[in-house]
């Protein structure tokens, strides 16, 4: 089996044990051709693949399921996807976050179409595609056309650190982590064989608490022999984000139209409709968008971004027929559902303050 006193680790085995847990307990998610479908000779659908693999980037599973339905159901393949107008998938997008993704996922779409709709096979022509990096083209690979590549999350990052009990901490162990997982991947069903990396950290060498005793390559594991499996992966502190500060305005018409912007397509929330608001910066200036009496509402919304805390404070007028705003447009189409999430917060908070902003209010 392994020796884990002398530090060698039999990988070939190690692959084989967990692969046979996997035919067992492998999680049904509706992207994925499970152990017996495949074997039984269905293939996974490659656009199917990669729309969950951009969809789960940065998001967890639990979050991408209702969204994946939504979009098979609408674009069942590339071609309709590709041919869909650009407002309507962002709408659908809307709260999944990471809205580069969308914009990148429209333009991949359109690029697989006019190539006849078939995916690449190959990592590399797979990253040629927009938005499809190194990660998410060996996913594809793997996955969609069982190609020998090595797929490497976070959670895979994990389960590797521990079975190897490597204490470099990461991001620095990176690659090293990668080169280890490469040396456990098999030949045979390397698409499996990354399928089941992926459960086993989803459902028993979880973050917190490794469920050790049930783990089919317990004996395998240095971490675990080592009774130090929690504590792995190692990562560097992480510095602390900084807090940003801004004003988003929500502004209503007589007639019931509410003023909204199209964020410029590249920058955070890019693409996406939402309210006109300030810079996002330690002290902005207000800049409302419409010569109106705005009244700032009490508390704050809260967000976070990749890189900062964002604190919006939300301004809210009723405006005459004649408002002319310097940017954004009066719409009546509105849909909630179709706000980013930061946005949506704040459209919530407006209620939650002042009750139905639609109708006659303390504001008029
Ligand atoms: Fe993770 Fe424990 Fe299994 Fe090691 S034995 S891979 S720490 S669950």
Same mark, same amino acid.
């Given at each position: 089996m392994c020796d884990t006193q002398s530090g060698e680790m039999d990988g070939s085995a190690c692959a084989a044990a967990l692969l046979r847990w996997y035919d067992r307990n492998a999680r049904v998610l509706p992207w994925r051709i499970g152990p017996a479908e495949r074997a039984a000779g269905i293939k996974p659908d490659p656009y199917a693949v990669w729309l969950s693999e951009v969809m789960l980037q940065q998001t967890t599973v639990a979050a991408v399921r209702g969204y994946f339905h939504r979009f098979m159901e609408r674009w069942p393949d590339v071609h309709a996807l590709a041919g869909a107008p650009d407002a309507a998938v962002m709408a659908e997008w809307a !709260? &999944? !976050?990471?809205?580069a993704r969308a914009r990148n996922l429209i333009a991949c779409a359109r690029a697989v179409s006019a190539r006849g709709g078939e995916f690449p096979r190959d990592r590399a022509s797979l990253q $040629? &595609?927009? !938005?499809? !990096?190194a990660y998410t083209s060996a996913a594809i690979a793997a996955i969609a056309f069982d190609a020998p590549e090595t797929v490497v999350d976070g959670n895979v990052e994990r389960v590797v650190a521990r079975l190897f009990a490597e204490r470099t901490p990461l991001p620095k162990a990176k690659p090293y982590l990668a080169q280890l997982a490469a040396r456990l991947t098999p030949r045979h069903r390397p698409g499996d064989f990354a399928q089941a990396m992926m459960d086993l950290g989803a459902t &028993?060498?979880?973050?917190?608490?490794?469920a050790c005793a049930d783990c089919p390559v317990r004996g395998f594991c240095r971490a675990q022999a080592l009774g130090m499996a929690a504590e792995l992966p190692a990562r560097a502190p992480k510095a602390a984000k900084p807090q940003r500060q801004g004003i988003a305005y929500i502004a209503l018409r007589a007639d019931g139209a509410l003023l909204l912007e199209t964020r410029p397509p590249k920058g955070l929330l890019g693409g996406m409709t939402g309210w006109p608001c300030t810079h996002w910066a330690d002290a902005p200036e207000p800049a409302p968008p419409v010569v109106a009496d705005w009244r700032i509402l009490p508390g704050t919304v809260r967000h976070t971004f990749t890189h900062f805390h964002l604190s919006l404070r939300v301004a809210v007028a009723h405006v005459g027929s004649r408002a002319a705003p310097d940017r954004g447009s009066f719409r009546t189409?509105?849909?909630?559902? $179709? &706000?980013?999430t930061l946005m949506r917060k704040c459209w919530d908070h407006a209620h939650a303050a002042i009750g139905d902003i639609g109708a006659p209010s303390p504001l008029r």
């Open positions: !709260g &999944l !976050g990471y809205y $040629a &595609l927009p !938005g499809i !990096g &028993l060498c979880t973050p917190r608490k490794p189409d509105f849909d909630p559902n $179709a &706000l980013p």
